[in-house]
């Protein structure tokens, strides 16, 4: 089980602190970060530069992730130019989020976002890539709760699952009975941790469904039942990889709040020994 992070958080922290890109991934190395995880559009932009910085740092690409819009756009190809990216590049599988309730036909919506997701398994399995989707936190979102995300699961032979541990906060459903219940089909998982109150003065809540905020926070920190996953993840002896998300939190802070993640998920006897090549 290998500790990764979202490459787009890392590029956020950089960028508000004006420090090297390569320096602050060798910082998070040797913390215990051995994976990036990162959009489909973060690679097509910076994948050339990245490359030679994760080969020199010893860090693999765990896994990408993009947007398409099955309902707006039901015949697109798009979705297989970033299979083949995503493919090419050497990542260990892709997310779809393929699109909202958009139309105001939510049945249409429904069949087009199904329809579209088995087009992409179909091509995936053609490319040896694991397709996946998560439980997306988006009010629009179908697949934002255990119902919706579990509809698409049953539809789609072959799809398999990004867990994010705080999205079902959306609808302040039990994140342990999600995990029970997607645990077979769990490829990577997000480690999301909520909270009620922001930690820094630029946090940006996410609106649930009830009006109520909740902000992100460092791994460990907050509500979500981390130590138990992870526990769980242990018992199912879960081969895969878990990857820090702190989206929305005060850029000015991300990176510190990430190593802190990283530091909390080593304590919990995740990942390599810290520093090991």
């Known amino acids: 089980m290998k500790i990764a992070a979202f490459y787009e958080n890392i590029a956020d922290g950089v960028r508000a602190a004006g420090v090297s890109m390569e320096e602050t991934l060798a910082s998070l190395r040797e913390e215990g970060m051995e994976r990036l995880y990162i959009s489909v559009e973060s690679w ?61 036909n939510t049945l249409r919506d429904l069949e087009s976002i199904t329809e579209g997701m088995c087009r992409a398994v179909a091509y995936g399995q053609a490319k040896k890539l694991p397709i996946l989707m998560e439980d997306f936190d988006g009010l629009l979102s179908p697949y934002n709760c255990i119902a919706g995300l ?35 089909r769990i490829r990577t998982l997000h480690l999301k941790d909520r909270c009620t109150a922001p930690r820094h003065e630029g946090d940006i809540p996410l609106c649930c ?7 992100c926070c460092t791994v460990g920190s907050g509500d979500i039942r981390m130590a138990q996953i992870l526990e769980r993840l242990k018992q199912m002896r879960y081969p895969g990889n878990v990857i820090a998300e702190l989206y929305c939190v005060d850029h000015r802070e991300v990176l510190e709040d990430l190593r802190q993640s990283v530091r909390w998920l080593r304590e919990q006897g995740i990942g390599d020994a810290v520093g090991e090549r």
């Open 209 to 215: 469904a009830d009006g109520r905020p909740v902000y």
């Open 150 to 184: 579990d509809y698409f699961m049953r539809q789609i032979d072959g799809l398999e699952c990004a867990f994010d541990t705080g999205n079902f906060v959306i609808f302040h459903e039990d994140e342990l009975a999600a995990f029970d219940l997607f645990a077979p």
């Open 44 to 104: 097509k932009r910076d994948g050339h530069a990245l490359q030679g910085i994760l080969r020199r740092q010893d860090i693999a690409l765990e896994g990408m992730h993009g947007f398409c819009d099955f309902p707006g756009d039901p015949g697109t190809g798009a979705y297989r130019d970033m299979i083949d990216i995503a493919a090419d590049s050497g990542a260990e599988h892709l997310l779809f989020v393929p699109g909202m309730l958009s139309t105001g």
